[in-house]
């Protein structure tokens, strides 16, 4: 019999919580028996949305916490403050072993914050980086880091990279995954400071497939499996990427809307269509996982809706059933 993954999921977190959160999770423990889930947040609350499912009892429970750690706080002494909070319950869930992975679409601040102060990092990490997987026209692609170290050195950009291939080669399924160092052109000498004292670390390091610079006009088109920078040009693309995305998406349905022969055409390609723009959503491939920690910790837009809770908490039974924290202590931790 498959083990059981214990996730906990802080409810009260994001802008449609507790109800788009507590659907998500009653979605995660319908589609796969394999999980359970932790509901931190206010009982009563909680209680009241789960009425509205059909869910397999022993897999959700409820563990009241009182109070809710709000986007604009300083993280630092929110943490600090509010222990009774959903985001800092959960935190100590994982910690204390009595959870696998936490999910949180709440304070990124509070939740990079409870991620290295509460869980902790793994012996030998020296910054965990935080990672979507971003798609492209062939497939996806893991950006790390993309929100929690903007000031990264270039020993911490190789563990990104170490972490991000671990990663993307267990959880995604991508077999010698190729990374690339997220720059201003191809040629190895160009860039900043940065770039250039980490581009002979990737290049010499044997155990990665380091490929050379990827300019950001080739992420979208596959450039690489795995795109390793720091946090403040990782953000500004990854943020990017979703403005063009709703930009192009909301640009193609106004089209379609234009006349009566473009909405018959609308029609026909609904199907296909359908289709592809699911493959560029990023709902579809749950949240970021603070990399490098002592447990899983999950990261998921503030707006989250059902879907991507849904994906999130599902997407931690393979952390856990590949052993990412293993590998990456024997593979990039001892090597280093």
């Given at each position: 019999m498959a083990e059981i993954v214990k996730v906990a999921v802080d409810a009260m977190g994001g802008d449609n919580a507790p109800g788009e959160i507590v659907k998500g999770a009653v979605d995660a423990v319908n589609a796969d028996k394999r999980v359970k889930v932790f509901l931190t947040g206010r009982e009563s609350?909680?209680?009241e949305e789960l009425k509205k499912y059909n869910y397999r009892e022993e897999q959700m429970e409820i563990i009241h916490a009182e109070e809710v750690i709000e986007t604009g706080e300083p993280p630092v002494m929110a943490i600090r403050k509010k222990k009774n909070?959903?985001?800092?319950?959960?935190?100590?869930l994982v910690r204390d072993g009595e959870c696998d992975a936490l999910v949180s679409a709440g304070s990124t601040g509070a939740v990079l914050v409870g991620g290295q102060v509460i869980v902790g990092r793994i012996k030998g990490v020296e910054r965990p980086p935080l990672a979507p997987v971003i798609p492209h026209m062939n497939g996806v692609s893991l950006l790390l880091d993309c929100g929690a170290n903007v000031?990264?050195?270039p020993s911490q950009?190789?563990?990104?990279?170490?972490m991000g291939s671990v990663y993307m080669e267990s959880v995604i399924g991508v077999k010698n995954p190729r990374v690339g160092l997220v720059n201003i052109g191809v040629?190895?000498?160009?860039?900043?400071?940065l770039t250039k004292e980490a581009y002979p670390l990737l290049k010499n390091c044997p155990e990665?497939?380091?490929i050379g610079n990827v300019e950001a006009r080739d992420i979208p088109l596959g450039g690489a499996d795995v795109l390793v920078c720091e946090a403040f040009v990782g953000n500004v693309v990854l943020k990017m990427l979703e403005g063009v995305s709703g930009a192009l998406i909301q640009k193609i349905k106004d089209g379609m809307m234009t006349s009566f022969r473009s909405k018959m055409g609308a029609l026909l390609v609904k199907p296909a269509l359908k289709r592809t723009l699911k493959d560029f959503s990023t709902d579809e491939y749950g949240g970021a996982p603070l990399l490098g920690l002592n447990g899983l910790v999950v990261k998921t837009h503030g707006s989250s809706r059902a879907i991507e809770i849904r994906n999130s908490i599902l997407q931690c039974i393979a952390f856990k059933e590949q052993k990412i924290n293993q590998k990456i202590k024997e593979q990039v931790v001892l090597e280093d």
């Open positions: 609350v909680i209680k909070s959903s985001i800092v319950k959960a935190m100590y000031d990264a050195r950009l190789l563990q990104f990279a170490k040629e190895e000498e160009k860039g900043n400071a990665i497939h380091f």
